[in-house]
DNA sequence: TGACGAGTTGATGTATGCAACATAATCTCT
DNA sequence: AGAGATTATGTTGCATACATCAACTCGTCA
């Protein structure tokens, strides 16, 4: 097997070329470039030290992640999705972690199952000393640990271009603030988790969808994200 | 707007980089390559007459479609899925397409739902006519409908990769000569179709579901689906 | 005879120069 | 002064040369 690198979404790709491209994707996604700013070749290349070559393959990648747009003979520039996208992406997020819900529940008593439940537990504690921030990263990790969990890695490919594209962790911060919004959420989260040790595959998934459905409602109603 | 070019599978992309890509993957699809073949840049390079540059881009994409794999510093060699991979791609594509025949169903009437009533006519007349490659087609396209018919481009995007790496049209010619199976795949096609036209979103994404499921069913029974 | 290792080969990875093109600024003519 | 054409500039797109590394060959030694 080929030596592989994984990022933090879950994505596994070749090791050669990690470093660059997540330092880039790192350096946009950092807010450093405004929504429709260029980002020359030549500036990245300075900036990284190396040469133009690899940092176009970076961006090209970056493109198929969805945060930059090459326009051909004109340049490179960050991109921020569309309401519209974003109401796309969260359908597809719903329909990918509703899946996963139910091909976890399919395959019985497994390592993740565990770690679900010690999440939900940190969850209550995050929850109840009201720091935003762990809480926005242990939902971070029950999903993915689904993902993962659902023992289907072309599943876990997509989900991550998916979540590259969603920049999710800024707007789960966002909604992390929402009143009442932290208290429903690991409440459903409680409810897949236990459809799931049931082995109703069927339920896992309707609990996921409805979840995901709920979040999604909650980054579209907030006044922060974009709406052209 | 950008200039963008539309491949078969519906994947919009700049049109730019497009005719070499296509090219190469058609290349590579047409069987010319054995499973496991190096594929050499110069060999391509000259092939095409270009350089190595657009060629290396070209590949960089075909192992994100999971066509190739690049193995650093010693080459790239084309890559045939495993049976695991294939089981899997197949779970997501019930997803994507369970995903689309519901959001499609909650369209209302729109102009696919002709294109899928004509489609289902000369399905018939095809199946009768004992002419498998338009049967072929036509199933293609039944299920390209469905997928441009949900209005969600995202979903398009993944739905072309997944294909992509499928190579799907491949395995649809082996199992359209299973018997009986061209009648059972119009009548689940045709239970999909009342569904959407009844606005029964959840129904819908449950036939369409199962016929995909059944679909996978009969690739992977096929003797000549790789068993590795 | 088999295992180990230096050298060779052939491929990819990177750097850089030049050309082509889109866009913006300027100039000219009315 | 305004509108069109033209020049100017900055960017990407491609070609090519060189650096680098993995795999193989072949010779040496135990």
Redesign the interface.
């Given at each position: 097997m080929?030596e592989t690198f994984t990022t933090e979404q879950g994505l596994t790709l070749?090791?050669?070329?990690q470093p660059l491209l997540d330092r880039v994707r790192a350096l946009i996604l950092g807010g450093d470039f405004p929504p429709g700013a260029p980002v020359s070749e030549v500036f990245l290349a300075q900036e990284f030290d190396v040469s133009r070559?690899p940092i176009?393959?970076a961006l090209?990648?970056l493109q198929?992640e969805g945060l930059v747009?090459?326009?051909?003979?004109v340049g490179t520039f960050v991109r921020e999705p569309t309401r519209r996208?974003i109401v796309?992406?969260f359908?597809?997020k719903e329909?990918?972690e509703?899946?996963a819900a139910g091909?976890l529940a399919r395959r019985g008593p497994v390592r993740e199952l565990s770690v679900l439940e010690r999440n939900l537990e940190e969850s209550d504690e995050a929850a109840a000393a009201g720091d935003a921030e762990r809480y926005a990263a242990l939902v971070h990790e029950f999903h993915q640990t689904i993902i993962l969990g659902a023992d289907?890695?072309?599943?876990a490919e997509?989900y991550g271009?998916?979540m590259n594209?969603l920049a999710y962790h800024r707007l789960v911060l966002r909604t992390a603030g929402h009143p009442g919004r932290i208290i429903a959420s690991t409440s459903e989260h409680r409810t897949v988790l236990e459809m799931i040790k049931d082995k109703d595959h069927f339920g896992a998934e309707a609990a996921m969808r409805n979840h995901v459905y709920a979040s999604s409602r909650e980054v579209l109603t907030d006044s922060r994200t974009r709406t052209d």
């Amino acid at each position: 097997m080929q030596e592989t690198f994984t990022t933090e979404q879950g994505l596994t790709l070749p090791v050669h070329d990690q470093p660059l491209l997540d330092r880039v994707r790192a350096l946009i996604l950092g807010g450093d470039f405004p929504p429709g700013a260029p980002v020359s070749e030549v500036f990245l290349a300075q900036e990284f030290d190396v040469s133009r070559t690899p940092i176009r393959e970076a961006l090209k990648q970056l493109q198929h992640e969805g945060l930059v747009e090459i326009r051909p003979k004109v340049g490179t520039f960050v991109r921020e999705p569309t309401r519209r996208e974003i109401v796309e992406l969260f359908q597809l997020k719903e329909s990918f972690e509703g899946l996963a819900a139910g091909l976890l529940a399919r395959r019985g008593p497994v390592r993740e199952l565990s770690v679900l439940e010690r999440n939900l537990e940190e969850s209550d504690e995050a929850a109840a000393a009201g720091d935003a921030e762990r809480y926005a990263a242990l939902v971070h990790e029950f999903h993915q640990t689904i993902i993962l969990g659902a023992d289907n890695n072309k599943l876990a490919e997509h989900y991550g271009r998916l979540m590259n594209q969603l920049a999710y962790h800024r707007l789960v911060l966002r909604t992390a603030g929402h009143p009442g919004r932290i208290i429903a959420s690991t409440s459903e989260h409680r409810t897949v988790l236990e459809m799931i040790k049931d082995k109703d595959h069927f339920g896992a998934e309707a609990a996921m969808r409805n979840h995901v459905y709920a979040s999604s409602r909650e980054v579209l109603t907030d006044s922060r994200t974009r709406t052209d």
